[in-house]
């Protein structure tokens, strides 16, 4: 994946995340769950706001 990107807007920040998943895993909630703890870090770490954050499921990768 690619990871991560932030573009910054003044004092407002736009986070996009890059994943891959494990097989078998519900994508919405794992989405929603990375939305929820990016925006919660980002805001108490750098005091910035997050206006957005945007998760892509990249790919899928099977356990072996």
């Not at 519900?26 to 770490?45: G, I, M, R, S, Y």
């Not at 005091?47 to 072996?64: A, F, I, K, N, R």
């Amino acid at each position: 994946s690619k990871g991560v990107r932030l573009r910054y807007e003044g004092k407002q920040v736009h986070v996009i995340v890059y994943l891959n998943l494990e097989y078998g895993y519900c994508f919405p909630e794992v989405a929603l769950n990375v939305q929820e703890k990016v925006k919660k870090d980002v805001e108490h770490f750098t005091g910035l706001t997050v206006e957005s954050v945007d998760v892509y499921v990249c790919g899928v990768e099977e356990v072996s």
